[in-house]
Nanobody, 123 residues
Framework: QVQLVESGGGLVQAGASLRLSCTAS????????MGWFRQAPGKEREFVAA????????NYADSLQGRFTISIGNAKNTVYLQINSLKPEDTAVYSC????????????????WGQGTQVTVSS
């Protein structure tokens, strides 16, 4: 059974940093590209970032370049999303997903999903 479990969210003040984690089990991690998406209240799910199977290639939403960094952990079954200089508009549920290409930016292109972790940024 495939499981993706996110952690690291919370309530923070604007300007703070967070590192979100997504730990995978039940799948061969290096066969999947991994992505992060977010969904704010009342809005559609939005692509944030993705990383290739090897970890060598990354892809970021154009509007989010610079403050977000996706990486794969040394254990090779964990993907991270570092978010710096958090803004109130970053408030959302952040979810990780496993797919087939780091160039994919649509939710439907990802096969497995975690439940998400809430990030709330106060001003």
């Amino acid at each position: 059974q495939v499981q993706l479990v996110e952690s690291g969210g919370g309530l923070v003040q604007a300007g703070a940093s967070l590192r979100l984690s997504c730990t995978a089990s039940g799948l061969t991690f290096n066969m999947y590209a991994m992505g992060w998406f977010r969904q704010a209240p009342g809005k559609e799910r939005e692509f944030v970032a993705a990383i290739s199977r090897s970890g060598s290639n990354t892809n970021y939403a154009d509007s989010l370049q610079g403050r977000f960094t996706i990486s794969i952990g040394n254990a090779k079954n964990t993907v991270y999303l570092q978010i710096n200089s958090l803004k109130p508009e970053d408030t959302a549920v952040y979810s990780c997903a496993a797919g087939f290409s780091y160039t994919d930016t649509q939710s439907i292109q990802y096969r497995y999903w975690g439940q998400g972790t809430q990030v709330t940024v106060s001003s």
